[in-house]
């Protein structure tokens, strides 16, 4: 086949867990991915109203943008944050602007940076963790959510919305997927019947909060004006539709 006369550029993109937490024989384990920057094509995805009314619009745009050899399933969500925020400043530009507190404010979204790689994780020879709850005392392993335990999760929680409308067991179910063993015993019914009965709150809470220190991620926040703390930067609709 000719090869095309046009030339398309694309960017280096560094993963925020630099790859440790994929097997090493995949593309994913050298912490780089290339994307392509945004075409016509992609925003033809991004204004398919399928797209936007079944929730892939996002999904199908990366997978487009992706340039390198990876299985899109297998990334860790902190991952998939990362190259969500190169897409925009490839398609759009690094400038977003947005409300917060009611005021508008700008930034530059290639100024923002990984979060430093917890030693924890970068000591890390397969994506699962160790974690004793302080209260009960059990020991658990966990893992890092990839896409498609979120799509899992997902399709779990649309099932029981199915059978009782007002249920939304959003926590316990994603602790189902994230819980890998309960005292050694990696059979799902005992995982679940921990996490169902005998999970406490405090447990909880403590094992979620340890996740969230350790796991490999995008630091999306921003200093406010006349503020010396960070908060998140809101993720708003014209992240990826400025026009709005």
Do not use: C
Not at 91 to 108: K, R
Request: proline content about 4%; overall charge negative; hydrophobic content about 35%.
């Amino acid at each position: 086949m000719e090869e095309s006369k046009f030339k398309l550029p694309t960017a280096e993109i560094e993963l925020p867990s630099r790859g440790i937490l994929y097997p090493k024989e995949t593309e994913l384990a050298k912490g780089k991915i290339e994307m392509k920057y945004m075409t016509a094509k992609e925003e033809d995805i991004l204004t398919n109203q399928s797209y936007i009314k079944n929730g892939t619009v996002l999904d199908k745009l990366l997978k487009s943008l992706i340039a390198s050899p990876i299985n899109y399933d297998d990334l860790l969500i902190g991952d998939k944050n990362a190259i969500m925020v190169a897409a925009r400043v490839l398609g759009y530009g690094s400038d977003y602007t947005f409300e917060y507190n009611g005021e508008s404010h700008t930034v530059d979204l290639s100024q923002v940076e990984n979060k430093e790689l917890n030693e924890v994780v970068s000591k890390a020879t397969t994506n699962e963790f160790t974690f004793t709850l302080p209260k009960s005392k059990n020991t658990v392993t966990f893992k890092l959510l990839t896409h498609k335990d979120e799509q899992n999760i997902n399709r779990e929680l649309e099932g029981l919305k199915k059978i009782n409308k007002d249920s939304s067991p959003e926590l316990s179910t994603r602790l189902k997927y994230i819980i890998t063993s309960v005292e050694g015993s990696r059979e799902t019914k005992d995982i679940r019947d921990f996490i169902d009965n005998y999970l406490l709150a405090q447990d909880s809470r403590a094992l979620r909060e340890y996740i969230r220190e350790i796991q490999p991620d995008v630091d999306l926040t921003f200093f406010p004006d006349g503020s010396s703390d960070r908060v998140s930067i809101p993720i708003g609709v014209n992240f990826f539709w400025p026009d709005i």
